[in-house]
């Protein structure tokens, strides 16, 4: 029987998988109170339990992702996806190969995520001018992310956090290239699996006309406004849409003249004729309101919402826009944008009702209508992902060779030993901001807060399942548990562990949580630690058979995915990384 440490250690470790996968609580939160539980139940002093947020892991992450927000603001990114897909031509099976190779390329030295959103917008352009359906390529460009992620050190925080936390088993930190000869075999392994079985796998989801595909044409009706209405004088704001939520205004024809994206500052007219978006029943009630009248049989196409140079497109909530967890009503955004939104769409549902007033989440889609100019800057400050034939973003391209030669020389100091590499990358974004490839004020929007606070908590709680004992306790478990088998079923199970934990819960958790267990079962066999270490690590990526990592919620709701296409596309990749992983991590180090 454990003692009550462990105990206590163990149902803490509990407690945070559950709030993890149910998410109720946002995980920088779940961390810290794992860290005030650590402290509470006195199995860490205070000292020790905040020794992870002081980890040279979190200054690393942090340098990184600075420097990887001024190479997509310098355009340098942009420029190199944009130049390999010029090879890509209308060969489905080319084009496939060239998106992965692409996007595994960038997202080996910048984020995962970044990547994906930088690609997204030309892969949903090329592949509607391609005539090939987006779902046979948005989730190979995540899924190609998360490959091209294992490539090196810098490829996601995963790889950081786990090489930092092996100096506290006496073990050297990881090289930059030490992730390579391995990463690019698994990566190598990820391609031709999508281009043989893998795309058979894919859905193949036509793209249909915007409104249809939103579902909305059955909902978007006109509303005449008789003389005699007493909405008649009243300002928008004030008259039925005010008593009446559950409608879109989307447009007011007046005399002939179409008035779009109308602000609240309109006043209604007799004659008015209103368009809006709502369910049958919504807009039975306001036609019940006295002087409106429901226009029978209107039907209308996209053409008819795109006068002149207003267009609508589809935008994407980006892990770090500032519309994630709010309402469209919170920020007044027809007033405040001069934009409106017409449709919602969350994994696989296009809700239709009260779209002002649902709490946005990274990975829904927004139906916009607007100028072409306005959604252009709108998608820059508020990170949202545009998709559609919108300007193109403003790139400080003047910046771009300054930012290519910053970028470059942290990565060789680091990988030549020149300076520790944390200095080294420190230095980079410092000198990014300093040569102004990125501002000041852009610096903490681009820094990822919510990760490094998980990161810290779960480096602490590491060093509790060290200190208490628990890793021990466990690695006896399991050992003797496969003591009859082979010592790569023992290397096996632990990627497995980690595989199914990284599902629900952050790849960066699940492997800080399985690492402690691993390294001390490794020892306790007298076996290469190193071995079982990076074994974790590549296992911690493998995020495929859900659709909860971000680089995956990104294209869950443009590809118009399925729950379903994850496990039925990202199981069998699993098995590929898996079998790879298995067979050549002990030659590339030795057990």
Known sequence: MPDMNIVITLLIMLFAVILFSIEIVPVDVVSVLVVLSLIFFRLLTPDQAFLGFSNTALVMIGSILI????????????????????????SPIRLLCIFLITVGIISSFINNVAATAILLPSAVSIARVAKINPSKLLMPLSFGSMLGGMNTLIGTSTNIAVSEALTTYNLSPFSMFEFTPIGLIIFAGGLVFFITIGYFLLPAREKEAVMEDYGIREYLSELKVMPSSALVGTKVSEGVFGNMQDLSLVGIYRNGINIYIPGDHFTIEGGDSLLVVGSIENLARAGQTDGVEIKSGYKRTDKDLEPGDVRMVEAVISADSLLEGKTLKDVNFRHTYGLSAIAHYRHGTCLREKVGRIPLRVGDVILLQGESDRIAALGEVLKLIIVGDVTPER?????????????LASIIAGATGLVPISVSFLTGAVLMVISKCLYADEVYKSVNWHLLILIGGMISLGIAVEQTGTAQYLADFITTMTSNYSIYVLLGSFFILTVLLTQPMSN??????????????????????????????????????????????LVYGPGRYRFVDFIRVGLPLTIVVFIISILLIPVFWPL
């Open 67 to 90: 420097m990887t927000s001024a190479l997509v603001k310098s355009g340098v990114a942009d420029k190199i996806a944009h130049y390999i897909l010029r090879w890509s031509g209308h």
């Open 395 to 407: 790139f400080r391209t003047k910046k771009a060779g300054i930012a290519t030669i910053i970028f």
């Open 508 to 553: 960066v958790a699940a492997a800080l949580l399985i690492l402690p267990i691993a390294i001390h079962s490794a020892q306790k066999l007298g076996v290469n630690p190193r071995t079982f270490a990076m074994t974790i690590t590549i296992a911690a990526s493998c995020s495929f058979i859900t659709p909860l990592e971000p680089a995956s919620v």
